[in-house]
């Protein structure tokens, strides 16, 4: 048992799986993680190439050079330099290269906001990442080790992010039960190189290796560019499996097991709160208090997001009477938040189904008390009893500021301007 | 190092193959294949988007006899940076069978000076023992010949394009390789196909470094620079000879950069009567026919003759000949 922040099991993570490479930039709050790494590779503590780079663009592209040559490459990012990563992010699942990233969810400029929120990586949703979203900084601990066996499954082959909520786990204080060192490395093992067909047909170890003259990141046409898509799009429905086979070996390990959905009380539950993250915590402890008030309130925490695991959650869900999911982040013009949409048509085609409702909540960092999600099992309940919708998408603890909404921009012209019509100085 | 004989260079294997599908004339297979074959140990290539990757690695085809990778168009050397990284730490971990492998970083200009200028810098400083080969054909080519911060002055471009009111690109081309010199690397050379035997030795130089090394090589674009395609090493000749892309190197001695003037470009230093006015490089080239036609534009002829004389200059003094 070691008390540590998110950041800090991260890295302690990492430190026990001694990746070949790792290439960071700083970024708040995931910049712990570089700092305490870099302790580790000062202390010598790590055989680890570590690679400060000048960007997060270049972190990216440091680690697809790395994990291309046969490294194991892992790096951490948040808002800004996760979306300056963009264009990488793609060519790492393209490439189709395990390379581990913590995510530490911080909101988008502008406004400038260093709190958590689910933007960033929403922003990075169809990259062809995997997603995993964790609760609390056990799970960030236990999901970077694991990241490692999902990426480098061969059925899989793809990048996982592993996202943790900025401040409200990368820098608070846990418990974090932590694995002897041997423990890790045996668990995740020595790096395996892919074999893979050429298009002539002969094997070849899908490396950067001076005996094998293999061109990656080839330009790739009309005529194989859909096919190469869909073998990704494979790789993640293979996910589905991998994901949940390591979580389970890990609970062989450790006692602590992993899925792609992390049901609460789901079993009789009517009313549910669907959540990814941190948030999590919070409304398993307010339906706790629910229960105790003779409500059947239920959890759904979706701890997988890519791939998304459609099925589990209709399960998990179909027997309740009203659910509310809540998203932290927003879908510009979209009706209702990505986790919402992609629930509500995961349904599309079921005759059970609950009422659906959307709260945008915690956006920037807002905080996202017990009460807030009372006032939500509340609203579920009146919805469950009455049949009655209401609003389908709300927004959970925002300021009831209808000026805001109505406020229309007045334009003026730069004569206007210059002749002081609005006042000025 | 011995002098190269070419019987010795036409018997090594030819590490990026024929049948690619660069135009004909194009100077960048030619610079490559010789900088290759500069290299004794294995070599590992990462390529930046542009015309010799698109026209090298057309799947299901390759043209490359050796590992290559892809991956962006501003990020060869961070790209480069990785795999390097990644062979330290596999040697480290006693998995890594070759002792020395050669990373080779190749990108255009528009991927060198413009957009890959932050990762080349970031690598540099980081001092990553790489050799980051720059293709410079003064334009984008890839996408159409747009301007970009190498295209010489007057040059006419798409995105630069000689009208009524503006005669090509207006502004001066930037001194890339003096600037990376400024990043005090290993190692730095300018280098042209036309003189092979200077490009090998210099390639050899820093393939051998114990450091990053920046070789930049004037590669001529039929297509962009609107040339016969049969002239190429006849404008890479003519670009040194006069003195519009002299050929130097940098290297670290006892921690300070010196300068050299190489061969090529010594004897013109030597004796000035040999440099040719850059008027003979520049009627030869179609991206300067504003510059002749309808009538000769002479005010704008030696105002590129100026700065090429003061930029010799400037190379003259950081090699000590003046
Ligand atoms: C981020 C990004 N912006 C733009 C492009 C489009 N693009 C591809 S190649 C290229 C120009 C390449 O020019 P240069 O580096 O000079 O190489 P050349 O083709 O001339 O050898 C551009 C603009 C891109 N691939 N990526
Ligand atoms: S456009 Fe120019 S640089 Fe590109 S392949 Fe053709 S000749 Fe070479």
Known sequence: MMGMNGDTACAYAVKQCNPEVVAAYPITPQTIIVEVFSEYVANGE?????????????????????????ARAYTASASQGLALMYEMLYIASGLRLPIVMTCVNRALSAPINIHGDHSDAMGARDSGWIQLYCENSQEAYDTVIQAWRIAEHKDVLLPVMVNIDGFILSHTLENVAVLPDDAVKKFIGEKKIPVVKKPNGELTPYVLHPDYPVSMGAIDLQDYYFEHKRQ???????????????????????????????????????????????TAGTAKYVADLMRSKGVKAGVL???????????????????????????????????????????????????QKPIMI??????????TPPHLLEDVFYDLKKIAETGKTGEEIRYLGLRDDREADNYKAELISFKDLNEGKIGGR | MSVVKPKDLALTEERLAPGHRLCPGCGEPTTVKLVLKASDDPVIVCSATGCLEVSTSIYPYTSWNVP????????????????????????????????????????????????????????????????????????????????????????????SPDGRVIP??????????????????????????????????????????????????????????????????????????TCIFPLWEAEKVEGKMVYKLSAPSKQIAKNPDKKKPVVEYLKLQGRYRHLFKPEEKTDLINKIQEWVDTEWDIILERCGEK
């Not at chain 1, 959307?358 to 905080?367: I, K, P, V, W």
């Not at chain 2, 293709?135 to 471009?157: V, W």
């Open chain 1, 46 to 70: 790590v055989t680890t190439e570590f690679i400060p780079v000048e960007s997060e663009h270049s972190a990216m592209s440091t680690s697809i050079g790395a994990a291309a040559a046969g």
């Open chain 1, 232 to 278: 990704q799009a494979e790789a993640m429905k293979h996910a589905l499996r991998v994901i949940k086979e390591v979580g389970e070996e890990y609970g062989g390990l450790t006692g602590r097991r992993y899925g792609l959905i992390d049901p609460y009380m789901m079993n009789d539950a009517e009313l549910a709160i669907v959540v990814m993250g941190s």
């Open chain 1, 301 to 351: 925490r979706v701890r997988s997001f890519r791939p998304f695991p459609r099925d589990e959650i209709v399960k998990a869900l179909s027997k309740v009477k009203a659910c509310a999911v809540l998203d932290r982040s927003m879908s510009f013009g979209s009706y209702g938040g990505p986790l919402f949409v992609e629930i509500r048509s995961s349904f599309c085609y079921e005759c």
């Open chain 1, 358 to 367: 959307n709260y945008y909540y915690g956006l920037g960092g807002r905080d």
């Open chain 2, 68 to 159: 290559w990778i892809h991956s962006a168009f501003e990020n060869a050397a961070a790209t480069a940076a990785g795999v390097e990284a990644a062979i330290k730490a596999l040697k480290r971990k006693g998995v890594y069978k070759y002792d020395k492998v050669n990373v080779l970083a190749v990108a255009g200009d528009g991927g060198t000076f413009d957009i890959g200028f932050q990762a080349l810098s970031g690598a540099f400083e980081r001092y990553h023992r790489i050799v980051y080969l720059l293709l410079d054909n003064e334009a984008y080519m890839n996408t159409g010949i747009q301007r970009s911060g190498g295209t010489p002055s007057y040059a006419s471009t798409t995105t």
């Open chain 2, 168 to 241: 090509g690109k207006i502004q001066t081309k930037k001194q890339i390789s003096r600037i990376m010199v400024e990043h005090e690397p290993a190692y730095v050379a300018t280098i042209s196909a036309a003189f092979w035997q200077d490009l090998i030795q210099k390639a050899k130089k820093a393939f051998a470094a114990d450091g990053p090394a920046f070789l930049h090589s004037i590669t001529p674009c039929p297509r962009g620079w609107r040339h016969a395609d049969n002239i190429s090493i006849e404008l890479c000749r003519l670009a040194v000879q």
